[in-house]
């Protein structure tokens, strides 16, 4: 079992930047890989940012340049670096995990263990 907390969400300004982070709790790094999402009222939720244990990302076309994921493996935490914010990235941003055997990826149904989420709102 792994538990996930989100922290970091906001109100910003367009153009704006957030850090947000996700501890871990109970998560085996040797068999779990961490991602983000987001989802606004009726949609879909949608993948952001990916991460592998060595390190190597995946982003959506749509925040590619704008944002970084990150993680700290000693401490159990995955951060998103989001600069240069929009009203479209206004959303309930989750951290994920899925098992290591699955490659980097933004797809939902790969990942089995979710956070409660963090709002993030952007204004124009």
């Known amino acids: 079992q792994v538990q996930l907390v989100e922290s970091g969400g906001g109100s910003v300004r367009s153009g704006g930047s957030l850090r947000l982070s996700c501890i871990a709790s109970g998560y085996a790094s040797s068999e779990y890989r961490l991602g983000w999402f987001r989802q606004t009222p009726g949609k879909e939720r949608e993948g952001v940012a990916a991460?592998?244990?060595?390190?190597?990302?995946t982003y959506a076309d749509s925040v590619k340049g704008r944002f970084t994921i990150s993680q700290d493996s000693a401490k159990n935490t995955l951060y998103l670096q989001m600069n240069n914010l929009k009203p479209e990235d206004t959303a309930i941003y989750y951290c994920?995990?899925?098992?290591?055997?699955?490659?980097?990826?933004?797809?939902?149904?790969?990942?089995?263990?979710w956070g409660s989420g963090t709002q993030v709102t952007v204004s124009s």
């Open positions: 991460i592998d244990s060595d390190d190597s990302t």
């Open positions: 994920a995990a899925r098992p290591k055997i699955v490659r980097s990826t933004l797809d939902k149904r790969d990942y089995n263990f």
